[in-house]
């Protein structure tokens, strides 16, 4: 595509070609989409100039004037819905409507926290000292990294560059190389802002070139992931150095407990979209699935026949309902996962293989697992496929002491018409996030991120900006 040659790097206000060179395939055609003239050392290295240069005229713009640059990019956002959404389809194969609801969201990330920046409150407490009080207020940590993963390659960096730009803070962001061309859109669209020069910088390039010294430069004083939880534990060790914020979103492994009492109709035609979307390479998706004795048979059935219904093709054709994983690796590991499930002892009762119809692009069948054990790997650790991982069960304490035997933290579900049940569900599962009768929890007025292994810090809601502040006391006597 013409555009990563017309964009490629932005840094200091103005896009700039790279250095070095990065080809960018099509998943679902395997053809080259383009080369991005990406950055090496050098390039990176002048983002962080330019992100230092623009601390004190975006902190000086103030939080009324920060929110309304961010509208006027939101504005410019959606202006360019269109392009974006496409672009969204190519790059990650997912289906155009999918795209579209996508780059909503990131807009929507723009809009909300433009308000945040306007309500970024102090306090005062009384001081024990006579004629004394405790001022309590809140300033922009400084320059800002931001790492992002290809599966949501717009609203992840939404997610970020919104609430960093509403506390205050510059960003260098770094996307995935395999879909960079949709932050470029996003970043252009900042132009509209009126920011300062250097406030937003994009750098796609090797993790040696970008990643590398991003870390090592103590000017950055915050650190912000989404992506693997392997690479989260190095970011971790590598932010000690500099003693930086670290925030991420890591993996997830999600249960969903269907209930006795769960109306079944109702939680398959909510399951079966939400497990199969993007191609299940979804954090948050529903890994595994826990079904009662009482339904499980008919749960399975009505499962296998809306899997059967699923279009597999280019996110590109409208009539596509799932598109391919991301690359040929994720098409092996996915097979691999299903293969020793099976040879493990679980039932194959639908899909399982590579798409027989697709002689090119990463397409796997929507598949679905039954008799599956809680040892198996493709319950035990999170597949980010088209995998659906169903066993019984046959108590309420049985399950939640299941659904909890997992290092991951970050989303879980669970569908029952008793409120109390409901109850004790959310106050026993170990998650950042619950929904009940509910997969909607992707919202920019709520709070997103996992705990133990799925991360640390939230993205959205009002707790989405506290991670870019830094918190000041003083102590003023009269």
């Known amino acids: 595509m013409t555009l990563y040659a017309s964009f490629g790097n932005f840094i200091d206000g103005a896009w700039q070609a790279g ?189 040696a070139a970008t990643y590398a010294p991003i870390m090592a430069d103590k000017r950055v004083r915050k650190v912000s992931l989404t992506g693997s939880t392997r690479v989260g534990q190095q970011m971790i060790r590598d932010a000690a150095d500099t003693v930086k914020k670290v925030s991420m979103e890591l993996g997830g492994n999600a249960p969903l407990i269907v209930y006795d009492d769960a109306e079944l109709q109702h939680v398959l035609d909510m399951t079966v979209p939400t497990k199969f979307a993007n191609c299940g390479q979804v954090c948050v998706t529903p890994d595994r699935i826990f079904v009662h004795d009482s339904l499980h048979d008919a749960f399975v059935t009505g499962f296998v026949d809306r899997a059967k219904a699923i279009v597999l093709g280019d996110g590109l054709d409208p009539a596509t309902t799932m598109g391919p994983l991301i690359n040929a690796r994720r098409l092996e590991d996915i097979d691999g996962v299903v293969q020793a499930a099976v040879k493990a002892g679980a039932k194959l009762a639908h899909g399982g293989r590579r798409s027989p119809t697709h002689n090119t692009g990463h397409f796997y069948e929507p598949t679905v697992l039954t008799e599956v054990t809680d040892d198996m790997a493709v319950f035990a650790e999170e597949n980010f496929g088209p995998v659906a991982a169903i066993t019984r069960f046959t108590n309420e304490d049985e399950v939640l002491e299941r659904a909890n035997a997992c290092d991951m933290g970050l989303s879980a579900y669970a569908f029952t018409r008793s409120a109390d049940r409901a109850r004790r569900t959310v106050a026993a599962l170990k998650s950042g996030m619950v929904g009940i009768n509910s997969f909607a929890l992707a919202a920019s007025e709520a709070p997103f991120g996992g705990t133990n292994h799925s991360g640390m810090g939230r993205e959205g809601g009002t707790e989405g900006i506290t991670d870019y502040l830094d918190t000041k006391l003083a102590q003023v006597v009269f």
């Open 19 to 207: 250095r070095a060179k990065l080809d960018v395939v099509s998943p679902a055609t395997e053809k080259l989409l383009g080369t991005i003239l990406a950055a090496d050392t050098s390039d990176t290295q002048a983002a962080l100039e330019a992100a230092a240069r623009a601390k004190a005229p975006l902190r000086a713009m103030g939080g009324f004037g920060r929110a309304d640059a961010m509208h006027r990019i939101a504005d410019a956002m959606l202006a360019r819905t269109e392009e974006a959404q496409r672009m969204i389809a190519t790059e990650t194969g997912k289906p155009l409507a999918q795209a579209g609801r996508e780059w909503g969201l990131a807009c929507d990330q723009f809009r909300w926290f433009a308000e945040e920046a306007r309500r970024i409150y102090g306090r005062i407490v009384d001081s024990r000292v006579p004629g004394g009080r405790f001022e309590v207020t809140y300033e922009p940590v400084g320059v800002v990294g931001a790492f992002t993963a290809w599966n949501f390659p717009a609203a992840l960096p939404a997610r970020k560059l919104a609430p960093a730009l509403a506390a205050g803070c510059p960003v260098v962001l770094r996307p995935s190389s395999q879909t960079p061309g949709v932050a470029m859109i996003m970043v252009d669209c900042i132009r509209a802002g009126g920011l300062p020069n250097g406030a937003v910088n994009l750098v796609v390039g090797s993790t």
